[in-house]
């Protein structure tokens, strides 16, 4: 029997306790992370009310689900430049700076898109130049607090602080579209973007209480250009991490796209409301906030996490082909849930074995590599949204679902590291 690879062996060792202890929420107990989890809460939040926001304000507007595609597609665009570069910031800058000065660009742009919405002169090139901005603006957060994590808590806590990360950014995915939806029904949609303003209050209020260690002074020994090509390096000379980076691209592509189209599905195909769309796009978020939550009490038992990350992502295939087949609407709701909890046992695992791996000066630009992925989202967001128009939306996330569980099988034979990584017990 194949005996999986410890992390150690990539410069990095976590001692797990050998007997199970109930430990759902044992990194909460940091206070400086409880401002990072709250802050979480609060920014995903926002973010979840907006992208249900803009596509219904869009798909109202339109009736098109290419532009639609473009635009969910285009949200994701900036973190392919963007990115990287916020990834050199987060090792050699200060921290605190920069989560602050993104939290301020989001609520005043928020509150501009409110008043553009409210006075009634609101057009299509408006929602992409919105969406732009606030791309730009996550794809220089989300590397920074990323790195935060392993700062702010011990080793032995870490794939509980991740798995907890995630639960909290699916918990506001069940609670977001659902508030945004009935929004919209009951106060307009421009409404929604004074909601989001509020929200990201809320994680400058965080930032503030928190104490953050400063950056390693590693970084700052070298030029920015030469931080950049370090990052590079390392993930590319470091099997373990190039086969995570190259496994990761499976479900941003042909998984994940499937959100853009719901708008579809809530009129088209499943014939509802738009407080509908909200509880389509929520049903993920309970399933991933359940997931996360499992993640997290079980966080060291798992021994064979790369194992767990490929039956996931199998799994994720199979469950998106379960709601392409289904014109019930409970149904759909069922197998959403069950997608929105294989996406988490697939990222969450990912994200874990990357921080463990990663030393604590190269952290920050290796998770801004991992996130460029969501720079090809675009690619899978326009093949959603042109394929939903000449073929439909249900043969278009069918489809999808058989490409992600053929592509897993293909990463599991051709990187056989993947399938062998595993946390020391």
Not at 248 to 253: N, Q, T
């Amino acid at each position: 029997m194949e005996e999986p690879v410890t992390l150690e062996e990539d410069a990095a060792v976590v001692a797990l306790p050998h007997r199970f202890r109930l430990r759902t929420f044992s990194s909460l107990r940091h206070a400086d992370y409880r401002y990072l989890w709250t802050g979480t809460l609060f920014m995903s939040a926002g973010q979840w009310i907006q992208q249900v926001t803009l596509g219904w304000l869009l798909y109202d507007l339109t009736g098109s689900s290419v532009l639609l595609g473009m635009l969910n597609g285009i949200r994701a665009l900036p973190f392919l430049v963007a990115s990287p570069i916020a990834g050199v910031a987060a090792d050699r800058m200060d921290r605190r700076r920069i989560i602050l000065t993104t939290q301020y660009i989001l609520i005043i742009t928020a509150v501009s898109m409110g008043l553009l919405v409210a006075s009634g002169y609101l057009k299509v090139w408006h929602l992409f130049a919105f969406t732009v901005i606030t791309g730009v603006t996550w794809a220089f957060v989300d590397p920074v607090r990323q790195s935060l994590v392993p700062a702010l808590v011990p080793r032995e806590d870490l794939a509980n602080a991740v798995a907890l990360n995630s639960a909290a950014f699916n918990l506001t995915k069940v609670i977001g579209p659902s508030l945004g939806g009935a929004l919209i029904v009951f106060s307009g949609a421009a409404g929604n973007f004074f909601v989001q303003s509020a929200a990201y209050v809320g994680v400058l209020i965080s930032v503030y209480w928190m104490t953050i260690p400063p950056t390693p002074p590693e970084a700052r020994r070298s030029s920015a250009l030469a931080n950049l090509k370090e990052g590079l390096v390392y993930v590319w000379s470091n099997p373990a991490v190039f086969a995570l980076m190259t496994a990761a691209l499976v479900p941003r592509i042909f998984a994940v796209p499937y959100q853009t189209l719901m708008p579809v599905f809530q009129k088209d195909v499943l014939k509802v409301g738009p407080e509908g769309l909200g509880i389509l796009l929520a049903a993920p978020g309970l399933g991933a906030m359940l997931a996360g939550l499992m993640l997290a009490t079980l966080a060291n038992r798992v021994r064979r996490q790369g194992v767990l990350m490929l039956v996931s992502l199998v799994a994720l295939g199979i469950m998106l082909n379960l709601f392409s087949w289904t014109r019930s609407f409970p149904l759909a709701l069922l197998s959403l849930v069950a997608v929105g909890g294989c996406q988490v046992f697939y990222m969450a695992t990912t994200n874990t074995m990357l921080q463990v791996i990663v030393p604590d000066h190269l952290r920050g630009r290796v998770m801004s590599i991992y996130a460029l992925d969501r720079g090809l989202m675009p690619v899978g967001s326009l093949m959603a949204g042109v394929s939903a128009h000449l073929v439909g939306a249900p043969a278009t996330v069918g489809g999808m679902g058989l490409l992600v569980i053929l592509l897993a099988l293909l990463v599991a034979w051709l990187a056989p590291v993947v399938r062998r990584l595993g946390l020391s017990s």
